[in-house]
Nanobody
């Protein structure tokens, strides 16, 4: 029920915007997160946003470069990625957590109930 899109190949310093749409459920009930996984590495937390969109939280490696946002009317969460680096290359996954923000540990992937299929982002040097 989560469909991610927007990945692709971009040069270092460039930008991409990922989208993730939730279907079949009430989107505004869910906190949303983005994670990524590079080959041979563990899944890494990227960003998360509360159901209302008023609270956001970022991983240290993307803070100041990436922006998470959501449009509850469109059932979609976005990840705007600026100043991309080769080390940002990974498969990016969106995830949904049906919990209050106060009960969510955003970095903990086990707190998310639903996962998208992933979209590949490749940053060339």
């Amino acid at each position: 029920q989560l469909q991610a899109s927007g990945g692709g190949l971009v040069q270092a310093g460039g930008s991409l915007r990922l989208s993730c749409a939730l279907s079949g459920r009430t989107f505004s009930n869910y906190a949303m997160g983005w994670f990524r996984q590079a080959p041979g590495k563990e899944r890494e937390f990227v960003a998360a946003i509360s159901w209302s969109g008023t609270i956001t939280y970022y991983g240290d490696s993307v803070k100041g470069r990436f922006t998470i946002s959501r449009d509850n009317a469109k059932n979609t969460v976005y990840l705007r990625m600026n100043s991309l680096k080769p080390e940002d290359t990974a498969v990016y996954y969106c995830a949904a957590a049906r919990t209050d923000w106060s009960s969510l540990a955003p970095r903990d992937s086990t707190g998310y109930s639903y996962w998208g299929q992933g979209t590949q982002v490749t940053v060339s040097s």
